[in-house]
């Protein structure tokens, strides 16, 4: 099936029922945030787990970091460039990522962050000559140069449209990035590359069905990223937003719901298996992510291929996760495939756990038109064009970090 064949008629979108995450296991309702926090919450978590992404190792013990780079006059003085070595088992282990941060130069004090992976390598997301060029596998790409999964100089620069550098510094906050392929290669090898391997208990080949996927693997390594910013004097540590696009979209909700130490979750155009109703079955479904990318969610999701009804949850109750916290959801009008409006009802429907809380969640009943953000707590915007960032989003992503990071 293509992604034309897929289904994008509402009249044909099955008649579902969506879990109510103010009702316990046993019955009984929330009463109250205490009672979602120390009960609901931990539930609802562990069915994402059990049945979506998985349970990844959680803080690995001697962690270490190495500073393998700095510049102080970066981007025309502008900024300060680090290009951090995190080594997940200490240093002799050698399994490491690099991350590379962008810090503003004028900053008063600590500055507020993101943090995000990127699809080709830390060199893709500026042109900066100095950013070394990764040396795990990639996937080819001809337009860019990667072929025999090596990476390329030419492609230095080539994804800088979707992260916008000089506008975040401009406006006061760091930027810190991960390529996932150093986390896990994007493609499936039964989980022998990557991170997974390194938790094995002994004789274990391959993740149990509620173990981590990919997907699972990279929100870990997010959080690992976030624990080197915690030890980094010059980013606040507790101001520290998790954004993600796409299949990296999928994975910052699932750091956002893992890791309640990221201050603010943005998913952009995450669609199937991030912010879109699963049940809805438009555009891209269970059956046929699992399909395509059998190794981003765990062996259990798999029960759920062509039979979503049976889902014990929706993706709804994945960004009530996040409560308190501040949310964004955004989609695209040409990205029918990530099913925008099933973006939508997720973020709507995760409202009633922010009403605990005295927030209002999302406060629009029906989706916006284009290019007419909701803000709120729960924030969502459906931008002109295609499955992508652009400067657009990146406007809207800052100005809600405005409100609750400076
Ligand atoms: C594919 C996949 C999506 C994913 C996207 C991306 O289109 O089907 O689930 O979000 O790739 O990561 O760009």
């Known amino acids: 099936m293509d992604a034309d064949a897929a289904n994008y008629d509402e009249s044909k979108v099955p008649v579902y029922t969506l879990t109510d995450p103010l009702v316990m296991a046993d019955g009984s309702k929330v009463a109250d945030a205490d009672a979602w926090l120390v009960k609901r919450r931990p539930e609802i978590l562990?069915?994402?787990?059990?049945?979506?992404?998985?349970?990844?190792p959680g803080k690995p013990a001697g962690q270490e970091f190495d500073v393998v780079s700095e510049n102080r006059?970066?981007?025309d003085g502008k900024a300060i460039r680090k290009e951090i070595d995190v080594f997940f088992l200490g240093r002799e282990k050698h399994?490491?990522?690099?991350?590379?941060?962008?810090?503003?130069?004028?900053?008063?004090?600590?500055?507020?962050?993101?943090?995000?992976l990127n699809f080709r390598g830390n060199h893709t997301i500026h042109k900066d000559p100095e950013i070394s060029i990764t040396e795990s596998w990639v996937p080819n790409d001809k337009q860019i140069g990667y072929e025999n999964n090596q990476p390329s100089e030419r492609s230095r620069g080539s994804q800088a449209s979707r992260w916008q550098v000089e506008?975040?510094?401009?406006?006061?906050?760091?930027?810190?990035?991960?390529?996932?392929?150093?986390?896990?290669?994007?493609?499936?090898?039964?989980?022998?590359n990557g991170v997974h391997?390194?938790?094995?208990?002994?004789?274990?080949?391959?993740?149990?069905s509620d173990e981590w996927g990919t997907v699972g693997a990279w929100a870990w390594g997010l959080s690992r990223g976030l624990d080197y910013l915690e030890n980094e004097a010059e980013v606040d540590g507790k101001k520290v937003a998790v954004m993600g696009h796409s299949r990296l979209g999928k994975t910052s909700l699932w750091a956002g719901a893992t890791d309640e130490r990221f201050a603010?979750?943005?998913?952009?155009?995450?669609?199937?298996?991030?912010?879109?109703?699963?049940?809805?079955?438009?555009?891209?479904?269970?059956?046929?992510i699992n399909s395509s990318f059998p190794h981003w969610f765990n062996g259990n999701f798999k029960k759920y291929s062509d039979n979503e009804a049976a889902l014990p949850l929706d993706q709804h109750m994945l960004i009530a996760l996040m409560a308190p916290r501040p949310v964004y959801v955004a989609s695209a009008i040409e990205d029918r495939w990530a099913d925008p409006r099933g973006e939508f009802l997720s973020a709507f429907h995760?409202?009633?756990?922010?009403?605990?809380?005295g927030k209002d969640g999302m406060p629009a009943e029906e989706m916006p038109e284009?290019?007419?953000?909701?803000?709120?707590?729960?924030?969502?915007?459906?931008?002109?064009?295609?499955?992508?960032?652009?400067?657009?989003?990146w406007d809207r992503f800052l100005d809600f970090a405005d409100s609750y990071m400076r």
């Open 46 to 56: 562990k069915l994402f787990q059990d049945h979506v992404y998985g349970r990844g």
């Open 73 to 75: 006059s970066a981007l």
């Open 95 to 116: 399994a490491k990522m690099r991350m590379l941060i962008y810090i503003p130069k004028d900053a008063k004090g600590p500055a507020p962050a993101f943090i995000g």
């Open 167 to 192: 506008k975040l510094i401009s406006r006061g906050y760091a930027l810190a990035t991960i390529y996932c392929g150093d986390i896990d290669p994007d493609f499936h090898d039964g989980f022998k």
């Open 197 to 208: 391997p390194l938790f094995y208990k002994e004789g274990q080949t391959s993740p149990a």
């Open 264 to 288: 603010l979750v943005i998913s952009n155009n995450s669609g199937c298996g991030g912010a879109a109703l699963s049940k809805r079955q438009v555009g891209e479904t269970v059956g046929r």
């Open 350 to 357: 995760a409202s009633p756990v922010y009403k605990l809380f």
């Open 370 to 393: 284009e290019n007419k953000p909701v803000i709120s707590t729960i924030s969502y915007h459906i931008r002109s064009g295609v499955h992508d960032v652009t400067a657009y989003d």
